[in-house]
Nanobody, 128 residues
Framework: QVQLVESGGGLVQAGGSLRLSCAAS????????IGWFRQAPGKEREFVAA????????YYADSVKGRFTVSKDNAKNTVYLQMNSLKPEDTAVYYC?????????????????????WGQGTSVTVSS
């Protein structure tokens, strides 16, 4: 049984930083594509960042590019989302998701339906 557990959320002032963690059990993150999504109250879940199975490719939403960094620690079976220069509009519940299936065609990482497993989310609040 695959389980993803996010941690590291909290309350931070604008301009501050947080590092979110996504720890996995029941699957090997080194062989999974991992995505980070977020959902603000009253809004759709949106893509934030992703890292491929090999860790060789990373993807970011335009809104976080240059501020957020996604990385993997295969030894700890954990994926991180380093968030710097946080803004009030980054306030949301952040979810990590795992795609254990390989991509047979184009690599699509920014769509909810492409992922097989989801964590329960961790809340991030950025105050102005």
């Amino acid at each position: 049984q695959v389980q993803l557990v996010e941690s590291g959320g909290g309350l931070v002032q604008a301009g501050g930083s947080l590092r979110l963690s996504c720890a996995a059990s029941g699957c090997t993150l080194s062989s999974s594509t991992i995505g980070w999504f977020r959902q603000a109250p009253g809004k759709e879940r949106e893509f934030v960042a992703a890292i491929t199975r090999s860790g060789g490719s990373t993807y970011y939403a335009d809104s976080v590019k240059g501020r957020f960094t996604v990385s993997k620690d295969n030894a700890k079976n954990t994926v991180y989302l380093q968030m710097n220069s946080l803004k009030p509009e980054d306030t949301a519940v952040y979810y990590c998701a795992a795609r254990v299936r390989p991509f047979w065609g184009a690599v699509v990482v920014d769509t909810v339906d492409e992922y097989d497993y989801w964590g329960q989310g961790t809340s991030v609040t950025v105050s102005s």
